[in-house]
């Protein structure tokens, strides 16, 4: 069985930085792209940042330039450092990993960690 657990959520100002990891373990052959995504009260499940295996990256417009995606493979660990916080960030942020068990490609999900933004 595979696991992503993720940490680093929490209660922040407005213009205040937060981390969050997460680190997946478990029966892994190898880990594809990891991401994060969002979702806010009301709204659909978007894709807040990726990296791929090389370390390729791609963002959603609306964080462009204040987040960074980042992952140690040797870790299986992805984090995703968020500067400059705005209100309309506040969401559920999840973790997901495309992953390779011994005998087939899994997509995962991580349980969910709050982040809040006051003004």
Do not use: H
Request: proline letters at 2%; one cysteine or more.
């Amino acid at each position: 069985q595979v696991q992503l657990v993720e940490s680093g959520g929490g209660l922040v100002q407005a213009g205040g930085s937060l981390r969050l990891s997460c680190a997946a373990s478990g029966s892994i052959f190898s880990i594809n792209a990891m991401g994060w995504y969002r979702q806010a009260p009301g709204k659909q499940r978007e894709l807040v940042a990726a990296i791929t295996s090389g370390g390729s990256t791609n963002y959603a417009d609306s964080v462009k330039g204040r987040f960074t995606i980042s992952r140690d493979n040797a870790k299986n660990t992805v984090y995703l450092q968020m500067n400059s916080l705005k209100p309309e960030d506040t969401a559920v942020y999840y973790c997901n990993a495309f992953i390779a068990t011994m005998d087939n490609y899994y997509d995962y999900w991580g349980q969910g960690t709050q982040v809040t933004v006051s003004s």
